[in-house]
């Protein structure tokens, strides 16, 4: 079996294939290719509101040429979500019905509440202790995610519009932040020991870059010395010398800065960086689905 997952953030879009495998009955996940466009949706959103002529070409572009892929895969399954800057974005609708005529893909434009679930189901839980509580952090470029969960079992999950997009164009209200802060230490209050889950491109790129690889996580100490490594050189430093993509060089300080900040809020002293993301959370729900209708035929 083989399935695809669009996302379409306010930083990137990406095409996930991932082939699933069941061996003695369960499901192993092989990611097949994956196709990173950095259009950068957010850019126009938090300033202006709504998405530019231009970057809707573009997209509607990218969209053309995920079809086109979806369709020489032949995959068992596809979805497609938009995030944080679809959201925002005053044409957002008008966008997502003009990629549905000029593409032929069907796009969901969810809220924090269902990325948050999406990203939930990569069920990664599964390879952690279940005695400890986790806290898995998503930070996107228009929004974060956050899930607290202990005992296999979600405690509390909330969204905030804190993005490495939305920081970079000075976009994220101070009573985010200090909302941010305060549902975090009410709802980890008498959960300890807490240890965080970080998912995304941002903490996935610090983590290779510190070649750990006889451990998947990252301690508080460890990540605050990569956020000051990185802070030291220039955005073209960056580029030049660390060898960052021109569209991860400049938000992967401020993805450093919230990762920071919710596990120094939160008092947690290691995070775990498996390297999965919202469309890995997809890939796992629409093979769940296929499962579920496969059971009922």
Not at 19 to 41: A, N, Q, T
Not at 71 to 81: I, L, M, P, S, T
Not at 127 to 148: F, M, R
Request: net charge positive; with cysteine.
């Amino acid at each position: 079996m083989i399935f695809a997952a669009i996302d379409i953030g306010s930083n990137a879009m990406r095409l996930l294939f991932c082939r699933v495998y069941e061996v003695d009955g369960k499901p192993h996940f092989s990611k097949e290719e994956l196709i990173r466009m950095p259009i950068r949706l957010g850019e126009d959103v938090f300033v202006k509101g709504k998405i530019s002529e231009a970057k809707e070409e573009r997209l509607i572009k990218s969209l053309k040429g995920f079809h086109e892929l979806i369709g020489a895969y032949d995959v068992n399954g596809y979805r497609a979500v938009a995030t944080s800057a679809m959201r925002d974005a005053s044409n957002g609708a008008e966008i997502i019905a003009r990629a549905k005529k000029e593409s032929g893909l069907t796009i969901e434009i969810i809220d924090g509440k269902l990325e948050a679930s999406l990203v939930f189901s990569n069920h990664i839980e599964e390879l952690l202790n279940p005695k400890y509580a986790y806290l898995y952090i998503d930070v996107g470029g228009g929004s974060t995610e956050l899930t607290l969960y202990f005992n296999l079992k979600v405690i509390a999950a909330r969204s905030f519009n804190i993005g490495t997009v939305r920081m970079l164009l000075d976009k994220v209200d101070k009573k985010e932040w200090d909302e941010m802060k305060e549902w975090l230490k009410r709802v980890t209050i008498g959960v300890h020991p807490l240890s965080a889950i970080g998912s995304g491109g941002n903490i996935n790129k610090i983590f290779k870059m510190c070649n750990k690889k006889e451990t998947k996580h990252l301690s508080y100490d460890k990540l605050k010395d990569q956020y000051d490594m990185l802070s030291s050189y220039t955005y073209s430093e960056r580029i030049e010398r660390l060898g960052l993509k021109p569209d991860r060089a400049d938000v992967i300080v401020p993805a450093a800065k919230i990762f920071l900040t919710i596990m120094k809020t939160a008092d947690i002293e290691k995070i775990f960086v498996p390297q999965i993301g919202l469309s890995d959370g997809i890939i796992h729900d629409l093979y769940a689905n296929y499962k579920t209708k496969l059971k009922t035929k």
